[in-house]
């Protein structure tokens, strides 16, 4: 059966390592980005523990990848398996270290979940190829083989989905990995851990360690041993990384930033994208990669649009998760604050009109009224740079073209969407946007079946779906002679 762990024995504050728990000699706290409160104290780990991790993974590399992919998948499986017994307590958990509202963070433990399970079935369908030979009495065959000990380095957005997004492909296929979560939330990591554990994951298939991200991420980078870097978080640090992986000239998957536009044209079901607009900018505060950033409205709508998308703010409720059914959490911390408080006055001085929030929510800390922005123009920090926060700024536009010159008028392609009731326009504007996902007439694009992954300098490589288990696997190519 499905056991449920205690949820006091899902906290754990030390690094995972070979299977084992250990505390190091320096802690720093863990807080409740809506309250302050220090939830425990972590080990905060350097470039020791991270080497430590390193060797883990490699020693376990060949038995893991000796098991049959059948073994592989099914402790895989048993782990997302565990994740959703486990629901609640890790869906507290995580609202509690990243403030994300319950209902949010229970969709997350499943959407985290999913990753597993999908790549467990995926693990058995690592196929190879024959190719016909050029020679006689030969053959010629394609293997495809883990590539080794990846390192993962995560972000706090998505405590636990942007974990197993990782984790689940790279032990499927066969390959170890060391885990760098986030210093904002190692709980869940170190929950999941636990689960890993439970499930029959070997020790020092993954390992886990968090503290001073500097100096961890020089040692994973700077690793012979470690064959591969995926990453997802800033694309400031994404190209710090890639600069640090060439002298190892490790393979790399990057999921970096976006700069989402939204198109809602004249013919769009108003209704349909107001929706769309609310679960693609709000969800997560905000604070999600693929939350849109520019929602460009043309003329003909632009008022009713606006209008009926402030009326729909309006109603979000904004609080700490632990106490009450919220839509909206606090942000993750000061500096995030910061910056979208930045993005409201440089849009306001530039000539934008507040039609609802626009400052500090009354509750203090972090929290940030729900905002929707109208007459914002493109020489505004917040047309150029991610927000990150619960700030929606409504661009007017009248043409296609004009539309689509705005949308890629950024270095990003991460994401986009547009509404629009017109096929022909539909198959002109999928095509024409610089994206490397587009959602049309859906606002919500994300799941373990598609591939997730952007152009430009919004990264390198898709994440899920049948392609996502191609980034931990190596071709190897065999001439059989003699024959
Ligand atoms: P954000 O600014 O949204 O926190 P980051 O890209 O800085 O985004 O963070 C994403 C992940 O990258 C986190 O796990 C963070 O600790 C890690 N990180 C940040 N800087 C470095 C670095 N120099 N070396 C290794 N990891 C880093």
Redesign the pocket.
Known sequence: GNQKIDATNLLRSGHYMDGAWCSGSETYPVCNPATGEVIVQVAKGGAAEAQQAVGAAAAAFPAWRALTAKERSNKVRRWGELMLANREALAELLSREQGKPLAEARGEVAYAASFLEWFAEEAKRVYGDVIPSTLPNSRILVLREPVGVVAA????NFPLAMITRKAAPALAAGCTMVL????ETPLSALALAVLAEQAGIPAGVFNIVSGD??A??SVLTGSDVVRKLSFT??TR?GK??ARQCSDTLKKLSLELGGNAPFIVFDDADIDAAVRGAMASKFRNTGQTCVCVNRFYVQSGIYDAFTQAFAEAVRKLRVGNALTGDFDQGPLINEAALHKVQQHVSDAVSKGAQVLVGGKRHVLGGTFFEPTVLVNASADMLIAQEETFGPVAACFRFDTEAEVIAAANDTPFGLSAYFYTRDMARTWRVASALESGMVGINEGIISTEVAPFGGVKQSGLGREGSKYGIDEYVELKYLMLGGL
Do not use: F, N
Request: avoid cysteine; proline fraction near 12%.
């Open positions: 380095i995560t972000p706090w760098k979560p986030s210093e991200a500097v961890i991420g978080g800033s640090t710090l990384l």
